[in-house]
């Protein structure tokens, strides 16, 4: 047994160690030579919740935000389904200063695109992720959506169609690929999560453990069919903070990460 816990004693937004948090979130070299990575960043609390009264929120705390802040920094887009979006109030993934440097080196926009997944095109577009993002947002739908929204959406956002009656999502994820947007990150929810699992997409996932206790009947992080085949993870960062505990897994048959 190998305990892997590094404390990060780090405080909030310490340049340091928010570089040190980017070399254990590194993205793998694959990413360069055009093959996507497809990571999942989650929170859940220790009886398996996934969201409190609601909302993600109240699982959540300041080094949970600061890895979420970075993983969102790594990446080339967020790929999040539609009722997060409007739970959670999404807004446009925000360009970093600490970050600059680094995404213009890796041939990165400033900052990752958000890419929705629905069906019912029901959002917001008069909100920030639609008329303030730095990179445009990107919608994904089905061929048989709405097409009197899709041409509304269309004017604020690139539509992506792929499927009829649901999004097929391995044709979406080889989409946003085929934009050179290997680095790819979901931030759930959990019915996205749980197709993109069972679809056989999902690269890595990391998890946060919040110390708490919730009880209730809130969904864990994948919620929907049982996957056809379960998928055994293997461990390869586990950090500690503050009774947090942010854990790296990824599939087994996929090499370790290096630097990109
Ligand atoms: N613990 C965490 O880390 C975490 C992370 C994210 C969210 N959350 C929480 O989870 C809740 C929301 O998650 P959720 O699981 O209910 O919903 P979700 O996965 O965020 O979104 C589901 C919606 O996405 C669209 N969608 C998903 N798969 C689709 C497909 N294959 N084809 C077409 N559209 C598809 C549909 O949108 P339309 O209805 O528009 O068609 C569907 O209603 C919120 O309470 C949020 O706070 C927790």
């Given at each position: 047994?190998?305990?892997?816990?590094?404390?990060?004693g780090q405080p909030q937004d310490d340049p340091q160690s928010l570089a040190a948090l980017a070399?254990?979130?590194?993205?793998?070299?694959?990413?360069?030579?055009?093959?996507?990575?497809?990571?999942?960043?989650?929170?859940?609390?220790?009886?398996?919740?996934a969201r409190l009264e609601g909302l993600s929120e109240g699982l959540s705390g300041d080094a949970d935000k600061r890895?979420?802040?970075?993983?969102?920094?790594?990446?080339?887009?967020?790929?999040?389904?539609a009722e997060t979006v409007r739970a959670e109030g999404y807004r446009p993934a925000r360009a970093r200063a600490d970050f600059a440097a680094a995404r213009a080196a890796a041939g990165q926009?400033?900052?990752?695109?958000?890419?929705?997944?629905?069906?019912?095109?029901?959002?917001?577009?008069?909100a920030p992720l639609f008329t303030e993002p730095v990179v445009r947002t990107v919608v994904i739908t089905t061929e048989d959506s709405p097409a009197e929204?899709?041409?509304?959406?269309?004017?604020?956002?690139?539509?992506i169609t792929a499927g009829v009656g649901s999004v097929d999502l391995p044709a979406a994820v080889a989409a946003l690929a085929a934009r050179g947007w290997t680095r790819q990150l979901t931030e759930?929810?959990?019915?996205?999560?749980?197709?993109?699992a069972g679809d056989g997409l999902l690269d890595e996932l990391c998890l946060s453990l919040a110390p708490l206790l919730t009880g209730g009947d809130a969904p864990r992080i994948l919620q929907g069919a049982q996957m056809p085949d379960v998928q055994r993870m293997r461990l390869v960062s586990l950090i500690e903070q503050k009774g947090f505990l942010f854990t790296?897994?990824?599939?087994?048959?996929?090499?370790?990460?290096?630097s990109p």
């Open positions: 047994m190998q305990q892997l816990i590094s404390p990060l070399a254990v979130y590194a993205y793998p070299d694959q990413v360069n030579h055009g093959r996507p990575w497809l990571r999942a960043n989650m929170v859940s609390g220790l009886d398996g919740a890895i979420f802040g970075v993983l969102r920094a790594l990446s080339d887009v967020v790929l999040v389904g926009a400033p900052a990752p695109a958000i890419a929705v997944v629905t069906r019912s095109l029901g959002l917001d577009l008069t929204a899709r041409r509304a959406v269309a004017e604020v956002a690139d539509v759930g929810g959990p019915r996205l999560l749980g197709q993109l790296r897994y990824l599939r087994p048959t996929d090499s370790a990460p290096t």
